[in-house]
């Protein structure tokens, strides 16, 4: 026989010390030995028991008050495993049951050994109690974390699927029965491609099947098919997972896109309408004051051409240049508070004459203020007029307070009222014109707007329009 390693050493042969050792080991364990004499009714517990349960010092009490410190709700049970324990045939029992401890109510397993007379009637029960309330405590938690897990699954939004390493569906949801038409019991068992995947995009299928089981994560959008054979867009995700007993598996969700298609189309579509708005009331604006003005018409389309090209010469951004280009098809909107015969009248306006035309920055703010636009055109064309210098009108505004598409309009302006006809001057020439701006380069003039215009009139062949653009 081999060696016990515990007890066939010198010291545990020695009778006190082996039985010492026994009580140790069981408090260690929380747990200790117990047994019930049905002749005289007496139980009685080993010491760690004694301590583990609360019970009187000698450890003897009757099965009756034994009965009275288990759980009122699982006494009941325990009353009827002890008798059916007891019947002809049975040898033994274990139970599970909480018992009024110490430290209040703790979860024990028993184990119970019936002992028999010759004539097979019981004697005596012996048996252990162990102290289990630690292990229900994490199968508690284990078991809440479970049905929250397995809420999530069900009750996901989106349809997902757990297939084994080569695809095989093990497990699917609620949502997917809904999103593909196949019920749990239809689908598992089958290959997720051969059940979800159009043919004609069946190697795409058995390529995501293969970068997942070699453990890659997926993200994709591409097209499904329904069990009535009808397909949608969908986007997919597939996640490497480790399943029960250690397996590769995969967990895939699937979205049905068409609804988010339509409300992007639909969106697209709202916002191409809502521009398309936006221009014909710049539009409609531009005519107006053209109307009112007969010797500057054009003049506002012309300095939109050069502003948005300057704009883009700088290197802005499209949505910046588009704000340069309708701001400034209307930056003189405000001339149609001015008396017409004063705008086109010749020769030199009075300094009264001239107070009143520049009232026009301000009056073409006060219109466009009132119209809900995606640019600041209200704001850019109340300083159309303002110079770096601060030498400008209406509010007199230097450098970095004066917004860079009315900088660049500030340019585009000098440049086309210089090249064309005025009722009070005939038109001069566009090299007088850059002439002129190369001069007020830093002082009223941005010298990076000066540049840009520079480079297009000399270097890029620029040209305004001859006709309205
Ligand atoms: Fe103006
Ligand atoms: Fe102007």
Redesign the pocket.
């Known amino acids: 026989m081999l060696p016990h390693p515990a007890t066939d050493t010198p010291l545990m042969q020695d009778p006190k010390n082996l039985q010492g050792f026994l009580l140790e080991v069981q408090e260690i364990a929380r747990m200790g030995s117990w047994s019930w004499d049905l002749r005289t009714d007496c139980l009685l517990f080993s010491s760690p028991l004694v301590s583990l349960l609360d019970l009187p010092r000698n450890g003897r009490i009757t099965m009756e008050e034994f009965i009275t410190r288990v759980h009122p709700e699982d006494r009941p049970r325990i009353v009827q495993v002890r008798s059916e324990a007891l019947s002809p045939g049975n040898d033994g029992y274990t139970a599970e049951y909480r018992v009024l401890g110490k430290g209040g109510v703790m979860h024990v397993v028993a184990r119970g050994r019936i002992e028999r007379d010759e004539r097979g009637i019981p004697r005596r029960i012996y048996g252990s109690i162990q102290d289990i309330t630690e292990r229900k405590r994490m199968e508690e938690a284990l078991e809440v974390e479970r049905s929250y897990l397995a809420g999530l699954f069900e009750n996901s939004p989106d349809a997902v699927v757990v297939t084994d390493d080569r695809g095989r569906i093990q497990k699917t949801n609620r949502a997917f029965t809904h999103l593909f038409g196949y019920t749990e019991e239809e689908a598992v068992g089958r290959r997720i491609d051969d059940l979800v995947v159009p043919e004609r995009l069946f190697e795409e299928g058995q390529g995501y099947t293969a970068d997942l089981s070699r453990g890659a994560r997926l993200d994709f959008e591409s097209v499904r098919r329904r069990k009535d054979g009808s397909e949608f867009p969908c986007r997919g995700v597939g996640v490497p997972v480790r399943l029960s007993g250690g397996q590769l598996g995969v967990y895939c969700i699937y979205r049905d896109l068409t609804a988010e298609r339509a409300a992007r189309e639909e969106l697209k579509r709202a916002l191409e309408t809502m521009e398309k708005a936006w221009e014909q009331t710049i539009e409609a604006l531009a005519s107006t004051s053209e109307v009112k003005d007969p010797y500057t018409a054009g003049h506002q389309r012309r300095v939109a051409v050069l502003a948005s090209a300057i704009a883009r010469e700088m290197g802005q951004a499209e949505s910046f240049v588009t704000g340069v280009e309708k701001a400034a098809l209307v ?2 909107l ?2 149609i508070e001015i008396p017409a015969e004063l705008l086109s009248r010749p020769g030199q306006l009075s300094p009264f004459e001239f107070r009143l035309v520049q009232v ?2 301000e009056a ?1 703010f006060r219109i466009l203020s009132k119209i809900h636009l995606p640019w600041p055109l209200a704001e850019i064309v109340y300083q ?2 303002e110079r770096l210098d601060g030498s400008g009108y209406p509010r007199g505004l230097k450098g970095a307070e004066i917004l860079p598409e009315a900088r660049i309009i500030a340019v585009a ?1 000098v440049v086309e009222a210089i090249g064309s006809h005025r009722p009070y001057r005939p038109a001069r020439s566009i090299a007088e014109a850059l002439e002129t701006i190369r001069g007020e380069s830093g002082k009223t003039l941005d010298p990076e707007a000066v540049e840009a215009c520079l480079r297009l009139f000399l270097e890029k062949g620029f040209s305004f329009p001859k006709s309205p653009a």
Request: proline share 0%.
């Open positions: 930056h003189d405000g001339k026009h920055a073409g159309h007029h302006d």
